[in-house]
């Protein structure tokens, strides 16, 4: 295995320190674009470090950055702090004391795993040749997303890389998994309404049926994956909500559908929207109902560039062993990162979580979401990998 001169190795203390502030963070979850406590906590403890300069680009985010002794590469170290609306069923003796607010993703972790960097790397300034960055956002589950606006605020102005990571519940605890190009999905919805003319249900001639109407467009949507797209091509939509009426003897008069469109390229992103509104317009035309279509672009997929790439996997693998980091397939999750990565060159990697004993790993977004915290130590030394190799002489 390739050694580094310069290594940061994290003490036990370390890593105990990473581990107490990711459950007290677990303890209280804050909404997207919420984020005052958690924000208020992280600039509280991010100012006890040496050599950080730390400001507020946006309300609820914080920026920490170190500057090195000497001149050299600009890089940034990203982690999301927000939590989702879900009523923890974990029994973990720190779980969320917010009613209705779980930290169900690992952002808990995320943040917490930053902050041991942070503090760790702030010693090391007479060894850095550059500076580092380290962007704790918020909103990363809610659009238009807090990564965004960070950008907008300039926080990527001057970075030859950025790097972020995400917990996985359910990758093995010791798996670094990084996917070279496309790593998450273009992650869009739609709303419809379908508006009709309602009536008795005994009469039905004397409606315009925006029931029937919608069936059909619900079935002509599933021609958009099937039909329309190559089978080369990745796309997923799918429709997940609908509203219609209260009475059965009573047609009514509008429907509204709601739906979530997945994709990798931009260019099946752009058919995929045409082939929808048209499928739309054509069915509720023929139907003599009216439409309104709303579709909101979310969260571009995330693209690991090739360089940052390989020197993430690079870095991982002098550090943690020539097995740590593997090579992973894109999913169709969405995720904020891209904002950043859109920016600059950019590298996204997923941390395995999952103890290796549980059998039944709950997914992310569930009541029962849970991490095995020695994960929290490998992703830390990936982003100390990285610095190593990058900033670190």
Same mark, same amino acid.
């Given at each position: 295995?390739?050694?580094?001169?310069?290594?940061?190795?994290?003490?036990?203390?370390?890593?105990?320190?990473?581990?107490?502030?990711?459950?007290?963070?677990?303890?209280?979850?804050?909404?997207?674009?919420?984020?005052?406590?958690?924000?208020?906590?992280?600039?509280?403890?991010?100012?006890?470090?040496?050599?950080?300069?730390?400001?507020?680009?946006?309300?609820?985010?914080?920026?920490?950055?170190?500057?090195?002794?000497?001149?050299?590469?600009?890089?940034?170290?990203?982690?999301?702090?927000?939590?989702?609306?879900?009523?923890?069923?974990?029994?973990?003796?720190?779980?969320?004391?917010?009613?209705?607010?779980?930290?169900?993703?690992?952002?808990?972790?995320?943040?917490?795993?930053?902050?041991?960097?942070?503090?760790?790397?702030?010693?090391?300034?007479?060894?850095?040749?550059?500076?580092?960055?380290?962007?704790?956002?918020?909103?990363?589950?809610?659009?238009?997303?807090?990564?965004?606006?960070?950008?907008?605020?300039?926080?990527?102005?001057?970075?030859?890389?950025?790097?972020?990571?995400?917990?996985?519940?359910?990758?093995?605890?010791?798996?670094?998994?990084?996917?070279?190009?496309?790593?998450?999905?273009?992650?869009?919805?739609?709303?419809?309404?379908?508006?009709?003319?309602?009536?008795?249900?005994?009469?039905?001639?004397?409606?315009?049926?925006?029931?029937?109407?919608?069936?059909?467009?619900?079935?002509?949507?599933?021609?958009?994956?099937?039909?329309?797209?190559?089978?080369?091509?990745?796309?997923?939509?799918?429709?997940?909500?609908?509203?219609?009426?209260?009475?059965?003897?009573?047609?009514?008069?509008?429907?509204?559908?709601?739906?979530?469109?997945?994709?990798?390229?931009?260019?099946?992103?752009?058919?995929?929207?045409?082939?929808?509104?048209?499928?739309?317009?054509?069915?509720?035309?023929?139907?003599?109902?009216?439409?309104?279509?709303?579709?909101?672009?979310?969260?571009?997929?995330?693209?690991?560039?090739?360089?940052?790439?390989?020197?993430? @996997?690079?870095?991982?693998?002098?550090?943690?062993?020539?097995?740590?980091?593997?090579?992973?397939?894109?999913?169709?999750?969405?995720?904020?990162?891209?904002?950043?990565?859109?920016?600059?060159?950019?590298?996204?990697?997923?941390?395995?979580?999952?103890?290796?004993?549980?059998?039944?790993?709950?997914?992310?977004?569930?009541?029962? @979401?849970?991490?095995?915290?020695?994960?929290?130590?490998?992703?830390?030394?990936?982003?100390?990998?990285?610095?190593?190799?990058?900033?670190?002489?």
């Amino acid at each position: 295995m390739l050694t580094k001169q310069t290594e940061v190795e994290l003490s036990n203390e370390q890593i105990e320190e990473i581990i107490s502030w990711r459950r007290y963070l677990h303890q209280h979850p804050e909404l997207s674009f919420r984020e005052y406590k958690t924000s208020a906590f992280l600039y509280e403890t991010l100012l006890t470090f040496p050599n950080l300069e730390v400001t507020r680009p946006t309300e609820t985010s914080v920026l920490a950055v170190l500057k090195g002794a000497h001149p050299g590469k600009t890089i940034g170290f990203r982690a999301d702090m927000d939590a989702l609306p879900i009523q923890e069923e974990t029994n973990l003796p720190f779980a969320s004391q917010n009613d209705g607010v779980m930290h169900a993703c690992g952002h808990d972790g995320h943040t917490a795993i930053l902050l041991g960097v942070a503090k760790a790397l702030s010693s090391q300034q007479e060894k850095i040749h550059g500076e580092i960055r380290f962007l704790f956002q918020h909103a990363e589950e809610q659009l238009p997303g807090g990564a965004r606006e960070m950008v907008a605020a300039g926080v990527t102005e001057g970075l030859d890389y950025v790097f972020g990571l995400h917990l996985s519940s359910l990758t093995p605890l010791g798996v670094l998994s990084i996917t070279s190009g496309a790593t998450t999905s273009n992650s869009d919805m739609f709303h419809i309404t379908v508006k009709g003319k309602g009536g008795h249900s005994s009469q039905p001639e004397n409606t315009i049926d925006p029931v029937v109407t919608s069936a059909q467009i619900i079935t002509s949507l599933q021609t958009v994956v099937s039909r329309i797209t190559s089978p080369k091509e990745e796309l997923v939509v799918s429709v997940t909500t609908l509203k219609a009426g209260d009475a059965v003897n009573v047609i009514p008069e509008e429907v509204k559908i709601g739906a979530s469109v997945r994709s990798f390229s931009q260019d099946v992103r752009k058919r995929a929207v045409e082939a929808i509104e048209q499928i739309v317009k054509g069915v509720s035309e023929a139907n003599g109902c009216q439409y309104e279509l709303d579709y909101t672009y979310g969260y571009d997929s995330v693209i690991n560039e090739p360089e940052a790439t390989a020197l993430a @996997f690079q870095a991982i693998r002098r550090k943690l062993g020539e097995t740590a980091a593997v090579e992973g397939e894109a999913i169709m999750g969405g995720e904020d990162f891209s904002a950043f990565s859109n920016a600059v060159p950019g590298c996204f990697v997923f941390v395995g979580a999952c103890s290796l004993d549980n059998e039944t790993p709950a997914p992310h977004h569930h009541p029962k @979401f849970l991490i095995d915290e020695a994960a929290l130590a490998d992703g830390a030394n990936m982003f100390l990998a990285i610095a190593e190799d990058l900033v670190l002489k």
